[in-house]
């Protein structure tokens, strides 16, 4: 939606001739969504869970009046544990590899992993 388009909505929301969009909200919904695909799978799960508690608390927060969180906080938040899983899943892979390749973790048929 350009400037333009912004200024109009605004005008004839504020004189009660419209009602708002809620362009906004899906734009923010895309990025929350793209932020929770780039989630690594083992850990993605965990985070749709806490994106659901946070919705459900911005939402319990408008109904009640008082402040919710703004859309910017809750990417902010996805954002951040999208980085942390990315560290986690990424770090522990190039570990595993790392102790592999030095002989130190061997993988023992149906036993698994040891030394």
Do not use: C, K, Y
Request: without cysteine; positive net charge.
């Amino acid at each position: 939606m350009g400037s333009f388009a912004r200024a109009l909505e605004d005008f004839f929301t504020l004189h009660h001739l419209a009602l708002p969009t809620d362009q906004a909200e899906r734009l923010a919904a895309g990025r929350r969504q793209r932020r929770i695909e780039a989630v690594p799978e083992p850990l993605r799960q965990a985070v749709v869970a806490f994106n659901a508690s946070r919705m459900r608390a911005q939402d319990r927060a408008r109904r009640a009046g008082t402040r919710p969180r703004s859309n910017h906080t809750l990417e902010t938040a996805l954002a951040t544990l999208r980085d942390l899983a990315v560290f986690l899943v990424v770090g522990v892979q190039v570990n595993v590899r790392h102790l592999v390749r030095r002989n130190v973790l061997r993988f023992r048929g149906g036993g698994g992993w040891g030394p």
